[in-house]
Every structure is written in C-alpha cells, then in structure tokens.
C-alpha cells in the first residue's frame, strides 16, 4: 500500500469524491469541497438503538455482584448509551464504583473521554490503529485472562475475532451490544451512489467504516449492480481509514490504495486530497480490475447472456414453484437453522432467541450456516412466525421451554382498543437487514425465503397469550363476537402484508405463510373467519415472487387453501402426498412431506421413506420436498445431511 510521502498542498483539483458519513456528514462535505473535490456525502448506514436491552442489564447485575473481572468500551458514544440503558433501574454512583473496581479498557480517545464524563479512568487505553490487536496484547501484557470474566460493549456489529482471542485465552466473555448498524431508512441514494460507481462517473471513494463498506455492497447486489460496482471501483481511488474498515474491503476483493497516518476523517480527507491525483492517474493508465468474479459466474453470464439475478430466476427451487421441470428435486427444511444444530447451540447460549432475531449480523449468521452444513436449496432467514406481533405493543416474549407469550391477550373490545390502528413494521427493519447481509453472502446462488405468521395463527397466539391445544378464547371469541374477530383479522392481514414486502423489498426471492394453527378449525369456520383474509395476504405479493402456503392437520381443509390461494400448498405427514396433490389440482405445487421423526430412524428407513414421497409425486414439475414441519431438536445432524444429500441423488434426471 502506498505511504503518503507527498506533502504539496492537499487539493482534489475538482475530482469526485464520494463518501460514506452518516453522523459527520455535512462536517464531511464541508472538508472535502474545502480541499477543492466535487463531495458526494451519502449515508450508508444508521444507528439503531436496541430496545428492552436485556444484555445491558444483565451487565449491571453482573457488574454489581462483582462477576466481571474486566471491561471493554468500544466506542464513546456506546459508553454513554449503555449508562442510560443501566441508569433506568439502577444508580449510576454504584454503576460507577463497581466499575472502578474492575480492569476498563478504552479504544481510543472516544471511549476514554465517555468513561471521564462519568468519572472513570481506564485501566488501559488503546492507541491507535485501535484495533482488536491492541486490544488484546493490551490485556496480555497486564493480566493471565484464563478463566477472567471479560464483557465486550459491541458497537453495531460482534467483532468475531476479538471474542475469538479472548475465549481462545480461556477467559468467559459476554457481549453487551447498546446499538446496531442498520441500513439507512432511505436506500434510493446508496443505490443511486451504486450506478454512479458501476459507470465510471466516480473519482475516489473514502470509507471510514466497515460497516459503511458492508452495506454499500449489499445494496448494490439487492439492485443486481455487484459486479459493475467492483469492476467500477477498480478505477477508482479508495481510501480507507483503518485496518478493519481495510480488512472489509478485501474480503469483497476491493484493494484500499491507502491509510492515513492516523486513523482519523479529518487526515483521511487530507490525505487523498494530497494524493488522489497521482494514484489516479496511475491506476488509469494501467487499469487492471482489482475485483476477481468467478471464472464460473462469467463462463455462465456469457453464455447465457444472464446475469446473476437471472441465473437465480433458473435457481430449481424456483423453477418448481412455477411447475416448470428441474435438473433434480429441490429440497429445503423448515427449521433448519435450529437446535439440533451445534453451531446454533452455541450462538444460542450467548443471546436470547428474540435478541437473535433483532440482532441481523446473528440472524444471518444463523441462517448461513444452516446452508453451508446442508448444501440444502434455499435460506430461510432466522427469524419467528410471531414477530409481526412486535409492533402491536402486547409485550411478546420468549421464555426457554415455554416458548412464546403474549403477555397483554387481546380478548375485547377494550383490548382491540389498545393496539395501534396503524401500526408499522418499521420496527421489524432487523429482518430486512438480515436478509441483505444473507443476501450479499449468497450473491444469488440460492433463493432467500421470508416467511411470517398467516392472520388467524397470529391471531390464536394474541388471543390465546400463547400456544394452545383447543383454542378456547380463540374460538369462543371467533363465535361471539364476530365483530372484534374481523377487526382482529383485518388489522392482522395488514401487518402481515407489510411485513412480507419489507422481506421481499431486502431480498426475499420466495415467501412461505405459516398457518400451523389453522388445522384447529372446521371447512366452514375456515371459509368464514381465515379465508378472506388469508386470501387478501397472498395476492398482496408481487407476482415475480412465488407463495408457500403451510398448515398442519389441514387434510380437510386443502381445497380451501388451495382457494385461498399460493403457488405452492405445503403438506404435513399426516396426508399422502399423491392423493393431496390429485385434490389440490394441477395449477399448483406441492411442498413436503416427511414426518420429522423419520430423521430418527436409521439411514437406510430414511431412504426408503424419501423415496416413498419422491414417488409418490412422480417426478411432475412442481414438488419441491420438505419435512411436514420442522426439524425436531434432537435431531441427528447427519441424517439430516443425508436426507439432503439423498433427495438430490434420487431425483437426479
């Protein structure tokens, strides 16, 4: 990487100059058009403050009672957010005490000038480049951190490799996430930013972030421009402002040109003011691509003409929800990214289920992992049937064994009143990001699938206050008051629907509703209190985007889901699958449907009964093969990689 040894007069002489400042926007603008560039300041990310913030509490506890051994502050404006959290249900003096006690360590002056406004000093501080490193051979230097207990304030998004040094060192560690970086609420610029950098209308690109590098990627992949916008970059001047905003870069086969001396904006600035010119012009000259794609990628696109987005549209599992004919039988599984996993196990102990769920990095991370053990045909992202509920206000929790529970049921009218009558699902954005970051991982290989609730399951569990065998307040509700029920069901169908297009809007090739209460019910009662507004959620969806429609104990109710419409009808184990296809009719798929308990029989009865369903379905366009619901927790991993690996090898045409 070039030094910056030229010290003529920083002047960008009127180049282009896009950056990436959220918080320090116009600040940023202001420095670059100082030095004589052309700015183009478009956030590409935002902070998001977490709400019920268990992790933060759990700290002060910890801290109090004296089981924390050793702190790190990231950030300084993540020092100040933790206090207000903790300062919420306890005092600070006693906050402050006990952490004076312990060993703080601050990264970088932010951090050290937060803790002194509340009148720490750090044990340590880390000088710059300030990264994990330093972090590390800090504490080595000062303590044996075998068997310490040591808390981490995350700042947006888990640094991995700090977690990993610290645990490899055997000390206990525990995250206190304050905030995450998400995606701004306005993307059109980032896109726009993206098909500027895509046709060569750009000049130099400072990034002083990770995540800014992350997110800019991603939305270029959503909008099909990934490889124009690296192929763009390479002619242009990059600067970074650090090792791990570097480190970013590279992963995504993006080469910085240069550091600043000091990991600051203002140097940052300074310096590509000083020797963007030069470096310019040299890249110009000798403009070799400093993006490598796939020798496959680009044997495919050329002889098809395609691009990535195309080859995901021929994806089998696509193909199959449009009945057209595919190289083998796709297969996915509900549930895969579960407990039955190791890898989930132990992200698992580290975060509550609904902190997954609103952490995307850990969804993600999830959802990927599921994919790559598998080899299975799509990603389902990590999230809950249950979550459209959130924005509701009625207190949805998730308690280990006992699974979901509405803490405020909604049974009368005053209740109905209570809730927003037009509530948004801004607040669910966490599975929008998710599903870009699973997005941009996957660059289109395999479809993403989004999922959620369908109206009268969200409603038996809002009704209910939690999981239910006959479903009394339900029903009793349902026949009672049939007034409130449909008001239920509109305001149910409507975040619904919005939920599935904010998945859809991130990158959700295919959505699948989850009705897995609905079998409850009687033809009649269907038709009357579920179908319409079941109906009004799967025409809502663009057409380009393919509907599963799932249920369990629905044998008598096929041809109403049918009626109530999808692309494909998902199947549990309870139905025999040529029959239920016969009664469905040939204008639709079918998913499914091997009882989950199979999974723990020996390798060869699960051979036999996969082949049972394959031909059972007889190899017409339009099955995809699944479980009948989700895999179970105890489930043997390798005969669930069997069961994959089987389903390709038997369908094979």
């Known amino acids: 990487m070039p030094s910056i040894t030229d010290q003529s007069e920083p002047n960008f002489r009127g180049l282009r100059v896009f950056a990436f400042e959220s918080r320090m926007a116009a600040e940023t603008a202001a420095l670059i058009e100082r030095f004589g560039g052309l700015a183009t300041v478009v956030p590409a990310m935002r902070e998001v403050a977490l709400e019920d913030n268990h992790a933060a509490f759990e700290f002060a506890a910890r801290l109090l009672a004296r089981q924390v051994d050793a702190v790190v502050f990231l950030t300084g404006v993540g020092v100040r957010q933790l206090w207000r959290v903790m300062e919420t249900r306890y005092a600070r003096d006693t906050l402050v005490e006990a952490t004076r006690e ?35 051979s800090a504490l080595d230097r000062l303590m044996q951190l075998a068997d310490k207990r040591i808390a981490v304030q995350e700042y947006g998004t888990s640094n991995h490799d700090l977690i990993a040094g610290l645990e490899a060192r055997g000390a206990t560690v525990f995250t206190v996430p304050v905030y995450r970086w998400a995606l701004p609420r306005e993307r059109e610029p980032l896109r726009e930013a993206a098909r500027v950098i895509a046709d060569c209308q750009a000049d130099i690109l400072l990034f002083t972030s990770s995540a800014q590098v992350t997110n800019l990627i991603q939305v270029a992949e959503a909008a099909a421009l990934g490889d124009e916008m690296r192929r763009g970059m390479s002619t242009c001047v990059i600067g970074s402002i650090g090792p791990v905003c570097s480190q970013a870069l590279r992963s995504h086969n993006i080469e ?59 994806h089998p599992l696509m193909r199959a929800c449009r009945r057209e004919t595919t190289p083998y039988t796709p297969i996915w599984l509900m549930r895969q990214a ?54 509701l206000g009625v207190g949805l929790s998730y308690e280990r064994g006992d699974g979901p529970i509405v803490e405020r049921p909604v049974r009368t009218a005053a209740d109905r009143r209570k809730l927003p009558d037009m509530p948004t699902v801004e607040s669910l ?6 599903i870009e970051i699973v997005r941009g991982a996957l660059s289109n290989r395999i479809p993403i699938i989004g999922f959620a609730g369908a109206p009268f399951t969200l409603a038996s569990y809002l009704i209910e206050g939690g999981a239910s065998r006959q479903y009394q307040a339900t029903k009793t509700l349902m026949y009672t008051d049939s007034a409130l029920w449909h008001q239920i069901m509109e305001l149910l169908a409507r975040i619904t629907t919005e939920y599935l297009k904010l998945q859809i809007e991130a990158g959700a090739s ?76 040939p204008g639709v798929g079918v998913q499914g449907n091997l009882d989950p308990v199979a999974l723990f029989a020996e390798i060869p009865e699960i051979r036999r009964r996969a082949s049972e369903i394959l031909d059972r379905a007889g190899g017409r366009p339009g099955h995809i093969f699944n479980l009948g619901h989700g895999v179970l927790p105890e489930t043997p991993v390798d005969h669930v990689r069997a069961l994959v690996d089987m389903v390709h090898e038997m369908s094979t045409k």
């Open 338 to 391: 579960g407990r039955y996993l190791p890898q989930y196990r132990r992200v698992r102990e580290r975060y509550s289920f609904l902190e997954m769920c609103r952490r995307p990095e850990v969804a993600a991370e999830v959802t990927l992992s599921a994919v790559e053990q598998l080899k299975v045909d799509a990603a389902i992202i990590f999230a809950d049937i249950l979550l459209p509920l959130l924005p």
């Open 510 to 585: 295919i959505v699948q509703l989850f009705d897995s209460w609905v079998g409850s019910l009687g033809p009649d009662d269907y038709r009357r209190f579920v179908l319409p507004y079941t109906s009004r959620v799967i025409s809502s969806v663009p057409d380009h985007v393919p509907v599963i429609h799932f249920g369990t104990i629905t044998s008598g109710l096929l041809e109403l889901m049918r009626e109530a419409g999808g692309d494909v009808i998902g199947l549990d184990w309870r139905v025999d699958l040529a029959d239920a296809w016969k009664r469905l009719g």
């Open 102 to 136: 312990i060993i703080s360590v601050a990264r970088g002056p932010k951090s050290v000038r937060a803790l002194h406004e509340l009148g720490v000093e750090p044990t340590i501080t880390i000088g710059e480049p300030n990264t994990w490193r330093e972090v590390l």
């Open 256 to 314: 910085p040109d240069f550091e600043p001396a000091h990991p600051k904006l203002g140097h940052l600035i300074k310096e590509a003011a000083q020797r963007a010119a030069e470096i310019l012009g040299e890249k110009r000259r000798s403009p070799a691509l400093r993006v490598r794609v796939e020798d496959s990628l680009q044997d495919k696109s050329a002889a098809n003409g395609s691009s990535s987005l195309d080859m995901l549209a021929n």
């Open 429 to 434: 954005s966490f599975v929008a990001d998710a």
